[in-house]
């Protein structure tokens, strides 16, 4: 009996154990969750949010349009510059300059519409 009474003993410390390890778990995981959201956007939704705001014919943006258009945003930036990076790494360079996005705009079709927005 004796025996039985310790095995019975370590299984339900093995079990509060467990129980103990899943609740750390789960409230790590949910306290990961939070920063996880706020890492999803990079760009900040304020400034978003202005630069939305200066076309005259808007006159009101819902929170989830600021946050779809900032991720576009990020999305489209990220493809530039891999296209741009690309192309100085083609050029057996380290530093991407101005004329790599420029061959990238000049070249890729899905860049047309940037023609004449970044002349200096």
Known sequence: ???EEKTSTKS???QD????????????Q?????????KLIKLPLTRVKH???????????????VVTLAKAAELFIQALS??????TMTG???TIQRKDLDIVMDTRDCYAFLEGAIDT
Not at 17 to 28: F, G, I, P
Not at 30 to 38: I, K, L, S, Y
Not at 51 to 61: E, F, G, N, R, S
Not at 82 to 87: E, L, M, R, W
């Open 30 to 38: 949910g306290a990961d969750q939070a920063p996880v959201c706020d």
């Open 51 to 65: 630069i939305i705001k200066t076309d005259p014919d808007v006159t009101l943006a819902s929170s989830e349009a």
């Open 12 to 14: 339900s410390l093995n």
């Open 92 to 94: 057996k360079r380290k």
């Open 17 to 28: 154990e467990n129980k103990a390890d899943s609740d750390e778990t789960s409230q790590s």
């Open 1 to 3: 009996m004796a025996g």
């Open 82 to 87: 891999k296209d741009a990076v690309s192309k």
